[in-house]
């Protein structure tokens, strides 16, 4: 198989399993705080392993600064996962997913206040372009407090995985799943005053699905795009990314009954087409490979290049 062909097909299964996570997390059952502490813990569980059996936690290449910047971008990932899980249950699965797709223009925002980087006429076309398409998306009426929530919750969550990109694109030479653990395993500690340890007794099955948020969606899903990041130009990682929208939207038609209005569907191109010009315009600096491990390493280190939750 061509190195590419196989880069496609592991960036495609990884945000398929992306496209599923929704349905993990409310099968579980658990308040969000007890699925974000429990999704760290096991993945770091996960991504520790894979690490020490590759070979990484050697020649590591953290500094006090990057690993600070990793610790930072944690914090960011961390609640940005806990105000999207509140946008599931506040609104839609469907809803929240495409509302959380406008991260990459909050970056392009980010990076014209702390760089000073110049928005061009073009980008900020699409940054119109993709509000319309939000308008359009939410369907919300003023009324409509959940439906409001659940928008609040889920554009948070796009401002916090902007700002965990942001922080984390500073970090070189690390390998991504190392700077992944780090950020993993800053969320237990971080969370745990805010998970109540009473009420997980009592979930069950739930387990099961909580299991498979740190094993199948953090562990597995992070390598397998790591892996394909090296394999794939930018422009076919941001194609590919919107795989994750699509079947999160199948699902939730084919598991709950959720589906976007006639009014709604119209929003969700224009959310992508302008989600997907601005990534694709954006001028990612090559990575540097990290210290005595494999020639070539992605620079980020959270989820960032695909938007996979």
Sequence with gaps: MRNETRGTVELTLAMVLS??????????????????FF????????????????????????????LGLAAL?????????????????????????????TQ??????????????RISGAKLGWLVLAFAGLVLVSGVRPGDTASLAGLGYALAAAVLYALATFVT?????????????????VGLPLLLPFV??????????????????????????????????????????????????AVAMGVDWAVYGHHIGPVQALGVPLIVLASL????????????????TAARAPEAASPAATRAA
Aim: contains cysteine.
């Design 39 to 66: 999704r760290c813990l096991f993945g770091a569980v996960a991504l520790g392993a894979y690490s020490l059996l590759r070979g990484f936690l050697t020649g590591h290449g953290f500094t006090a600064r990057k």
């Design 19 to 36: 496209g599923t996570l929704g349905v993990f997390v409310v099968e579980s059952g658990a308040s969000p705080f007890a699925v974000v």
């Design 196 to 245: 109540d340890f009473g009420t997980t007794g009592g979930l069950g099955t739930g387990w099961a699905w909580l299991v498979g948020l740190g094993l199948i969606h953090t562990g597995l899903m992070y390598v397998l795009m790591y892996a394909a990041y090296a394999k794939l130009p930018t422009a076919k990682i941001a194609v590919l990314a919107f795989t994750y929208p």
């Design 104 to 117: 990459p223009f909050f970056l392009v925002l980010l990076g014209a206040v702390f760089l000073r980087e």
């Design 277 to 292: 010009k601005v990534t694709l315009a954006a001028r990612t600096p090559a990575a540097a490979p990290a210290p005595r």
């Design 73 to 101: 971008g944690g914090v960011f990932i961390v609640f940005n996962w806990v105000f999207l899980f509140e946008a599931y249950a506040a609104t839609s699965i469907s809803l929240a997913t495409v509302v959380y797709h």
């Design 169 to 185: 694109k500073r970090i070189t030479g690390v390998r991504p799943h190392l700077i992944a653990l780090v950020q993993v395993l």
